[in-house]
């Protein structure tokens, strides 16, 4: 299982997608609540100071009912009664009669509310004012101005977003964390399944994940599994068994007729006919032909492909066009690459896996097949081309599957599914290349 993935990509297992998704569920989540606490805080700390205003306002209008407020003197002194702070007291033309006057951008706002008929809110810099119409008693009205400083509640607003944030950062850590360990517990059974596959081979079929009674998904998914494997056993065994026997059974009629043309070669009497000489020969070589092809389809029946076995491709060669027999196409056979290469494979078994390939080759050519040999890493290359018309667009792995055969032809259609078979019980595999012209390619282990 891919545990990494390249930069610019979205992770490839998926322990790493639900990790990326829990993860990036939760950052959205904790960024709308503290969207949501930050508009929440705003409203709180506006409707906090709006109340500060009308309080300070009231309290205020109260105190000039009661005691009054001392107007400015003639030298234009600030002679106010004090009403505190960020407060203003202004009579019925606008002059200030209570507060000291403020500077800059304030006072110019604080200017222009002196003389407001009805209750006027407005924000300022770091200030929010408030002006109301006021009774300043024997029948004259006035307006009061009250501000507030916004810094502290600003100040307080954005401490309380800043830990917000923070705690939202440590819960997506937490969060991220915990879906980690979850899904690690959780998709451990699987890792441990797919390690266990992949170090089995085509001839353990006994084995099996073995992950003990099933207690979720993924465990019940591990006993179907095994259930499903020990029914593939069971059939794999018994075509194993059905082919052993045949194999078996053949050798027995075919030992005879062999020994029969040989004992007629060596009859002296009558003495033979050449023509008569040349059919028992063939009688011969064809039961030894049999006889190999049922040696090699035991050894893979029984996964027993002998090792350290050494055969020159040059003589696999040979011995793979002698199986093609006498009813091939004669086309040109042309051959290049390396020479002198050993592969680890029976001469048997190794032309066994190439002689359909050629044979193959040989029906579609036009009128040449090229074989290529060459050393890729620890494996020898042949590689077998023809000048035919190719594939015509079909799936390239199609034709491996048996009992597929092209309309014209007149065999089973089992030959390059026994090759690839054979082939890959020796360490090998028959695969076919894309593209023009029409490539086979059989490799065998390289033999040290």
């Known amino acids: 299982m891919t545990r990494g993935w390249p930069s610019g990509r979205a992770p490839r297992s998926l322990r790493g997608r639900i990790i990326v998704a829990t993860a990036a569920a939760t950052v959205l989540g904790m960024a709308a609540l503290v969207a949501v606490l930050g508009l929440v805080l705003r409203t709180v700390v506006s409707n906090d100071v709006d109340g500060v205003l009308r309080d300070r306002a009231a309290a205020v209008a109260t105190m000039v009912e009661r005691d009054g407020v001392v107007e400015q003197d003639s030298a234009g002194g600030s002679a106010s009664q004090p009403v505190g702070d960020l407060v203003w007291v202004y009579d019925a033309t606008g002059a200030l009669i209570g507060g000291a006057e403020a500077s800059g951008t304030l006072g110019q706002e604080v200017d222009l509310l002196s003389t407001t008929g009805a209750q006027v809110l407005v924000e300022v810099d770091d200030w929010r004012l408030l002006a109301e119409p006021i009774d300043l008693g024997g029948g004259e009205t006035g307006v009061v101005v009250v501000g507030v400083g916004l810094e502290p509640y600003e100040n307080t607003q954005h401490t309380a977003l800043a830990i917000s944030a923070a705690l939202g950062l440590v819960i997506v850590a937490g969060v991220t964390a915990l879906a980690a360990w979850s899904v690690g517990s959780a998709l451990r059974p699987v890792a441990t399944m797919a390690r266990r596959a992949a170090e089995w081979s085509e ?246």
């Open 203 to 448: 001839e353990d079929l006994s084995r099996r994940f073995a992950l003990g009674p099933p207690h979720d998904e993924i465990t019940e998914l591990g006993e179907v599994l095994d259930a499903l494997l020990e029914r593939v056993s069971r059939v794999i065994g018994a075509e194993q068994r059905l082919t052993s026997e045949l194999a078996h059974e053949l050798r027995t009629p075919l030992t005879v007729v062999r020994g029969e043309a040989e004992l007629a070669l060596l009859a002296p009497d009558p003495p033979l006919l050449a023509r008569d000489r040349e059919r028992f020969e063939r009688i011969v070589a064809a039961a030894d032909q049999m006889t190999q092809v049922i040696e090699t389809l035991l050894s893979i029946a029984r996964g027993e492909v002998a090792e350290n076995v050494m055969a020159g491709v040059e003589e696999v060669l040979d011995a793979a066009a002698a199986n093609l027999g006498a009813g091939a196409p004669l086309k040109s056979l042309v051959t290049g690459g390396e020479t002198g290469l050993l592969v680890a494979v029976p001469v048997g078994i190794a032309a066994r896996a190439l002689a359909p390939v050629l044979d193959n080759a040989l029906r579609h050519a036009r009128s040449q097949v090229s074989v290529t040999v060459r050393v890729r890493g620890q494996l020898v290359e042949i590689a077998v081309s023809d000048d035919g018309d190719g594939l015509g667009g079909a799936d390239p792995e199609l034709i491996f599957h048996a009992g597929v055969r092209d309309v014209a032809s007149s065999g089973a259609g089992l030959g390059l599914s026994l090759a690839r078979r054979v082939a890959r019980a020796a360490g090998g595999d028959v695969r076919i290349l894309p593209g023009e012209p029409t490539t086979f390619v059989v490799t065998f282990p390289l033999a040290s």
